[in-house]
């Protein structure tokens, strides 16, 4: 596992309290993740980990790590099934309960996290991003952030990035300090897991026209 010790932009205060929560974390819940382990285990089978490519800090290309939270059902001409199709129950507690994102301490132990930052979203909408919205890859991405516990999914996405580059422009300790605690009261209430019908939000198709 390659180690980036201190991400380049990254400020040393930022990454070293990132390592040393990341580093207390997983050695404290490492019986959480080994129990959340056996459970996808029996729920979805193997692999039990969702690994995906992702854009980080400055645009750098990394791979995420979850727990998975779908079946990989398909129709008949082999395409994926919806999400809210393939989602199954454990996999509804596992992210009404931010469960699944446990193994992104390890990304931050990467170094291709933080525990506060823009979440990290699909490489397709890289080139969706206008100039502004694109300014949320200037810092690297988090298990939480601002837009996180100013709505989560139930924000459209104009509003998610206003809220990332809101957190860019105006980045301390303390708001990271700040977003961790209201993140603690969000997961404790399972606010603005999903929008209305779907699994968790719709794919972002662009900015609309002005």
């Known amino acids: 596992m390659t180690i980036k010790l201190f991400p380049k932009g990254t400020p040393f205060v930022k990454r070293l309290f990132d390592l040393i929560i990341a580093s207390f974390a997983i050695i404290v819940l490492s019986p959480m993740m080994l129990l959340v382990s056996v459970l996808v285990a029996v729920d979805l089978g193997f692999p039990i980990l969702f690994r995906q490519k992702r854009p980080g800090g400055l645009g750098e290309i990394f791979t995420i790590y979850k727990f998975r939270t779908m079946r990989e059902d398909k129709n008949s001409r082999g395409n994926p099934l919806p999400d809210a199709n393939r989602l199954s129950k454990t996999g509804q507690f596992l992210r009404s309960s931010s469960l ?52 989560r999914n139930i924000l459209d996405w104009e509003q998610k990035f206003e809220l990332d580059v809101w957190y860019v422009d105006h980045w301390s300790f303390w708001l990271d300090i700040k977003i961790l605690a209201l993140t603690v009261v969000k997961v404790l209430k399972r606010e603005g897991i999903s929008q209305p019908g779907m699994a968790t939000s719709e794919p972002f198709k662009g900015n609309r026209p002005t």
Request: hydrophobic share 40%; charged share 20%.
């Open 100 to 151: 699944d994102e446990l193994p992104e301490l390890f990304n931050i132990i990467k170094g291709d996290m933080s525990l506060v930052g823009p979440r990290p979203l699909l490489i397709e909408y890289l080139p969706l991003y206008n100039s502004e919205q694109a300014r949320r890859h200037t810092v690297l991405p988090g298990i939480t952030g601002w837009a996180q516990v100013h709505g």
